[in-house]
């Protein structure tokens, strides 16, 4: 079936570093969403990739839709410490289910 | 709009109980799904519905059932509760159809279940 990786599982960065994660599906998605978690709480969606090679900014996150819409990344600019939380992908198939497959997650922490 | 609540919050069962988390939206999405989050993990798709009356398998179905009589209500059911099933349990919603720009899913704030 199909799979989500997220790499890396855990960063630690000083503030003002910048952190990027990377994900990648066994098959070709339709798109693909991001979100963010805080310790404790419930995922927040963030954005959501539709085209291949796709490219988009909120603020300090750029997002990427790779080419073969199998492969995505989430780059953050000079983090602060509110990014602090755990970043997901979700991938929906392009064999035409309405299922997301959640990625594995990647936790990051900003050192102040 | 109270967006999508669940309850109870938490929840301790022994093995062998049933119980039925509750999961209610009020922004008359169609779609709706159930998660479960082990520790330190990612989120695995339990069941979802596509509207009223209609409701599939996802990743990890085993142990559960769900039913969706109404628009607003999608409740997940354990027979049989078994340590295994010790998790945090999210339920979430979306508004259209996949592959639209209208299927951001919003998620509740979770149900802490624990089985002993």
């Known amino acids: 079936g199909q799979q989500v990786m997220q790499i890396p599982q855990y960063q630690h960065v000083q503030e003002g570093e910048d952190f990027t994660t990377y994900c990648n599906s066994s098959t070709t998605l339709s798109n693909i969403q991001w979100y963010k978690q805080r310790p404790g709480g419930h995922p927040v969606f963030l954005i959501q990739l539709v085209k291949s090679g796709e490219v988009k900014k909120q603020k300090r996150l750029t997002f990427q839709f790779g080419e073969a819409k199998k492969n995505s990344s989430l780059h953050i600019t000079a983090t602060q410490t509110t990014d602090v939380g755990t970043y997901f992908c979700a991938g929906l198939s392009s064999s035409g289910t309405y299922k997301y497959i959640f990625g594995t997650g990647t936790r990051l922490k900003v050192l102040a | 709009n109270a967006g999508v609540t669940q309850t109870p919050k938490f929840r301790i069962l022994k093995i062998g109980q049933s119980m039925t988390l509750q999961c209610a939206q009020d922004?008359?999405?169609?779609?709706m799904y159930w998660y479960r989050q082990d520790p330190g993990m990612g989120l695995k798709l339990i069941y979802y519905s596509v509207g009223a009356g209609i409701t599939d398998k996802g990743e990890v179905p085993n142990g559960y059932n769900v039913s969706r009589s109404t628009t607003e209500d999608f409740p997940l059911r354990l027979e049989l509760a078994a340590p295994s099933q010790t998790s945090v349990y999210f339920c979430?919603?979306?508004?259209?159809?996949?592959?639209?720009?209208?299927?951001?899913?919003?998620f509740g704030p979770g149900t802490r279940l624990t089985v002993l």
């Open positions: 922004m008359n999405h169609n779609y």
């Open positions: 979430a919603s979306s508004r259209g159809l996949a592959g639209t720009t209208y299927n951001e899913q919003f």
